[in-house]
């Protein structure tokens, strides 16, 4: 993709302010701000209507970024070896004299921390003497953003600066893996939990029950289109879209698929902007049918079984 540099200045002179611009990821859209700054958090908070306990993620441009706020180990440096820039987010020590505000950890000695992939964000993150804390550019527990478009749907005018860079890769939000101590993953994401047991050469727990997770945002209701969903359907009811992993021969007005041929990361990619489309046209309800629970299909299930609890 091509870099318009005059708008990475744009949003530099925006974020400097301690004001918030929405930024590009592979993953999903963020809603970022100066971490450093307890008026750009506060800000942010206040934008996505987000509750106070419900930490941020920092996004860093590379690892020496990273030194001044948090206390590396070796898991963190093998993972970022293998996985960085991309879409796995790190919970770390915050080190005594890091300049990170409390309002990003709600007062907490942890940080989540992401490098993310996409070049135009990596491109804006370089020209920074700061990192940004970004969550997902969405209000509060509802459907992420994967384009500028979905982003100028959820907050008008209210933000200054939406730096575009098309639509994001993945589409679903990163892997949160806690390595304080023993490895555990607290949200499953766009990275697999398989790839990092691999490169960590141990067992790495799943803690991604929403009731017994030490990661507050994991609130029951999450990633909701704002409408009831129904997982494991097989029949619609009346006024229901029905949401389907692969193309059907027989195609119906309230049909809408994820993907041509039931691949899975095609299913991620158009996961969120097709519950936004279908909340649009003024269903009622939606029905989805089983979804394979393998690969990046576990993350799907996860998202939707949040959206559910309705
Ligand atoms: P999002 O709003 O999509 O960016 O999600 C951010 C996620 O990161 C939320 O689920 C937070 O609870 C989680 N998170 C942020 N900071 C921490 C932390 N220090 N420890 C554990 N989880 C965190
Ligand atoms: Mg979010």
């Known amino acids: 993709m091509k870099i318009n540099l005059a708008n990475i200045k744009k949003a530099k002179k925006i974020l400097d302010k301690s004001e918030c611009v ?3 990821t592979e993953t999903v859209y963020g809603l970022a701000g100066k971490a450093y700054s307890d008026k750009a958090c506060l800000k942010i908070f206040k934008l996505k209507k987000r509750p106070k306990n419900n930490p941020l993620i920092v996004h860093y441009h590379n690892c020496k970024d990273l030194e001044k706020d948090c206390i590396l180990n ?16 790190f919970v770390l020590n915050l080190k005594r004299n890091s300049k990170i505000s409390k309002f990003v950890t709600n007062n907490m000695k942890t ?5 993310p ?11 920074l003497n700061y990192p940004l804390a970004a969550p997902s550019a969405n209000l509060s527990s509802k459907v992420s953003a994967v384009n500028s478009n979905d982003v100028r749907d959820d907050f008008g005018k209210k933000i200054k600066y939406i730096l575009n860079g098309g639509k994001s890769s993945i589409g679903l939000e990163s892997t949160i ?23 960590l050469n141990k067992k790495v727990s799943i803690n991604n029950n929403p009731l017994t997770i030490s990661s507050p ?18 029949k619609t009811k009346k006024n229901e879209a029905f949401l389907l992993i692969n193309k059907k021969k027989e195609i119906k007005s309230n049909y809408y698929f994820l993907s041509k041929s039931g691949n899975l990361k095609e299913a991620a990619r158009n996961l969120y902007s097709t519950l936004r489309k279908i909340k649009k046209s003024k269903y009622k309800s939606i029905a989805v049918k089983k979804i394979p629970n393998r690969g990046i299909g576990k993350t799907i299930n996860d998202r939707l079984n949040r959206a559910s609890k309705f």
């Open 74 to 89: 070796n898991d963190f440096i093998r993972l970022y070896k293998s996985f960085c820039p991309g879409p796995i987010t």
């Open 117 to 127: 992939k996409h070049p135009v964000t990596r491109n804006l993150l370089k020209k």
């Open 177 to 199: 893996v806690d390595l304080r101590n023993k490895p555990k993953i607290l949200r499953l994401g766009g990275l697999e939990p398989s790839l990092i047991q691999k490169i």
């Open 22 to 24: 929405a930024i590009p």
């Open 111 to 115: 940080l989540a921390v992401r490098f």
């Open 217 to 234: 945002g994991q609130f029951k209701l999450h990633y909701s289109p704002g409408i009831p969903i129904r997982l494991n359907v097989k």
